[in-house]
């Protein structure tokens, strides 16, 4: 459900807007996130065979950063965190899917 959904389907039921419960939207997070979501995107990922997914390659973070037009150590240290916490994200799903797949074909 997005949040244009919940809106909708709070105002059918007549009910009060809960912010707690109502999902984000792109508009709704700051330009760091938007940022830190892009270069993450643009780095390069490495994928080793029967291994799958081991991480991003950090290589171009600084020109990234650089073309960003980050320059102050807060937010490069926020926009570090947020690409990590991407980075273990994608690295636990990659895990997860090779799991399925493996088992699958040990089932067969």
Not at 28 to 50: C, R
Not at 54 to 79: A, H, N, P, V
Request: charged residues 35%; contains cysteine.
């Amino acid at each position: 459900m997005n949040k244009d959904q919940y809106l909708r389907m709070v105002e059918q039921m007549g009910e009060e807007i809960d912010w707690e419960k109502c999902p984000p939207d792109w508009e709704d997070f700051p330009l760091s996130v938007h940022n830190a979501i892009n270069i993450f995107h643009t780095l390069g990922s490495k994928i080793m065979p029967e291994i799958g997914y081991t991480g991003k390659d950090y290589t171009l973070l600084d020109s990234l950063l650089k073309s960003y037009r980050i320059e102050e150590s807060t937010e490069k240290d926020w926009i570090f965190e947020l690409l990590i916490f991407l980075d273990m994200r994608t690295l636990e799903e990659s895990q997860k899917q090779l799991k399925a797949e493996y088992d699958k074909i040990k089932r067969k």
